[in-house]
């Protein structure tokens, strides 16, 4: 991993603030919503200098107020991790599952991330029951975001096409999940494999098609936040 703690920038904690300061204050729909992801995504990798992968999550884990806990107890099947505001230490707390591979705690401490940059903001929150890939769009989002930081678009498109083409091999480069990896190569339409799209209650449109009118209103209530 080519990442050098001593070359981050000056003033640090800013660097949570340098994300906040993306999100906009009005409701947004869900494609603005994912750019404003990728926008916090790549500003967080240019605060840093990463210009290569596997990118580290230290990027993260190193920032002040931010501390990684590990949980061996938590159970799999109920959370991949959580986070939320330790008000004694006055640091947020991300707990990851411990027993989980290293590739899903990356990429649930980069989601976790997400939002604790939305809180105190006016946050993700779907209406109407609205999912995408069976998630929430919240999770989805945070899903996104963890995906543009640990595979961003120019490497991941690189690599595609000069390396492999293979969902393993590229997931094995970048150090994430081969489902992560596939997820994210559909996103980037590189695979013909459209991602799922459910809407609760709704009939589903087609492949692709998402309604303009598909607004994302920003509330985290309280203090905690979970996944």
Request: charged share 20%; glycine share 6%; net charge negative.
């Amino acid at each position: 991993m080519h990442y050098n703690p001593d070359a981050e920038p000056h003033g640090s904690p800013n660097v949570l603030a340098a994300l906040r300061a993306l999100i906009p204050r009005e409701p947004l729909h869900l494609h603005e919503a994912l750019t404003i992801a990728e926008l916090q995504a790549n500003r967080l990798l240019k605060l840093h200098g990463i210009h290569d992968v596997p990118v580290p999550v230290e990027i993260v884990s190193d920032l002040p107020r931010i501390v990684v806990e590990y949980d061996p107890d938590l159970p799999e099947d109920i959370a991949s991790g959580g986070g939320t505001w330790d008000s004694g230490r006055e640091c947020w707390i991300i707990c990851l599952n411990a027993s989980e591979p290293d590739t899903r705690q990356r990429f649930t401490l980069l989601h976790e991330f997400k939002h604790i940059v939305d809180h105190g903001s006016r946050g993700f929150v779907p209406h109407r029951g609205r999912r995408y890939e069976g998630l929430e769009p919240v999770e989805y989002i945070a899903d996104y975001f963890a995906g543009c930081v640990l595979m961003p678009k120019r490497h991941l498109k690189a690599a595609f096409f000069s390396l492999s083409q293979n969902p393993a091999e590229l997931a094995e480069l970048f150090d994430v999940s081969e489902l992560a990896m596939t997820r994210r190569l559909c996103q980037l339409h590189l695979s013909d494999q459209p991602p799922a799209l459910t809407w609760d209650g709704q009939q589903q449109p087609a492949p692709g098609a998402l309604p303009s009118n598909v607004d994302i209103a920003l509330d985290l209530p309280g203090s905690e936040v979970r996944a």
